[in-house]
């Protein structure tokens, strides 16, 4: 158990899961520190150089790639899988790299850590590079996966748009329009952190390696391509369902309004009628009634045709 005020340090040596101990059986390759607010992990890997680690600490940092002159960060971010959380608030991971070892922050629980764990615990003589090249691959293929989740929702309500049946609740719409945005904004500074990385031809990747990465830094560009897309299309889809309610809108209040238009006569005719006062035509008249009703019809057919000659009907 840690101990109180400190972080919870999960290092892969060989008696513990996520072992990755690059053949050594000794020092492990990777450790990964799970920080909570305002605690400071113990970072082996300051000793080869204290920049590195001080940008590894810094509060809300941003994905990308900075090559220090004793060790290689990267930071990325991570879809946000955690009970109670938004996908799209994005979880930042940061990597330390030096001397062929690795070390990882990161303040909630990522899936990509615990995939890579089981990962390491299933290849002991895993080295830095291949653990850091896994815990990419888990990042981009759970964002993958939930780009494709989400462009399947924009699918299924652009369908609802465009059935005759009611349109979605705007606010469905508007919750997936802000989730491609925030999902864009954390994954384009990803993407060229992936590019800097490989751009550095780091000496803890070797060729196959660096094709590894080429691959993701391609995946990572189609996701950011994929989300502009997404981005773009909830837009276009916000704009039709806005103007499909303001179309229905239009509808309604000329429907209310041609049917106030034909009943004003006839309230007005039945106003006067209705006065309490002497010299009402048809008082009298047995019949009175009826030709009351027969003058209101024939106004009524009067007003359609007006209607219809106009061309409003």
């Not at 990161?106 to 653990?131: L, M, N």
């Not at 939930?146 to 748009?161: A, G, H, M, Q």
């Not at 049946?165 to 329009?177: C, D, S, T, V, Y």
Request: aromatic share 6%; hydrophobic share 45%.
């Amino acid at each position: 158990m840690p101990a109180p005020g400190r972080p919870r340090s999960i290092s892969t040596s060989a008696d513990l899961p996520g072992t990755a101990t690059g053949g050594s059986g000794r020092e492990p390759v990777w450790r990964h520190h799970l920080m909570r607010e305002g605690e400071r992990p113990d970072l082996a890997l300051a000793a080869y150089d204290g920049d590195a680690a001080k940008a590894v600490l810094v509060a809300d940092a941003e994905p990308r790639f900075h090559r220090f002159a004793g060790a290689d960060v990267l930071v990325l971010r991570g879809i946000n899988l955690n009970t109670g959380d938004r996908p799209e608030d994005m979880v930042s991971l940061r990597i330390l790299i030096a001397n062929g070892r690795v070390e990882t922050l990161a303040r909630r629980p990522v899936r990509a850590v615990e995939a890579t764990q089981s990962y390491a615990a299933a290849h002991p003589e895993a080295r830095a590079g291949e653990i850091v090249l896994h815990l990419i691959e888990s990042l981009v293929a759970r964002l993958n996966d939930n780009v494709d989740e989400l462009s399947d929702k924009l699918d299924e309500l652009e369908d609802r748009i465009e059935s005759p049946g009611p349109n979605p609740e705007p606010q469905h719409l508007a919750r997936l329009r802000r989730r491609a945005i925030w999902l864009h904004r954390f994954c384009h500074p990803q993407a060229r952190a992936l590019d800097d990385a490989a751009a550095a031809h780091p000496e803890w990747l070797d060729r196959a390696g660096r094709v590894r990465l080429n691959e993701q830094r391609h995946a990572m560009a189609r996701i950011v391509a994929d989300l502009a897309v997404l981005r773009d299309h909830s837009r276009i889809l916000q704009e039709r369902s806005d103007q499909e309610l303001r179309e229905r809108a239009r509808r309604t209040s000329f429907a209310l309004t041609l049917i106030a238009g034909v009943f004003l006569p006839l309230n007005l005719v039945g106003a006067l009628f209705g006065a309490n006062v002497g010299g009402i035509p048809f008082a009298d008249d047995p019949l009175g009634f009826w030709y009351l009703l027969g003058s209101l019809l024939a106004l009524v057919a009067v007003e359609l045709a007006l209607l219809r000659w106009l061309r409003w009907i």
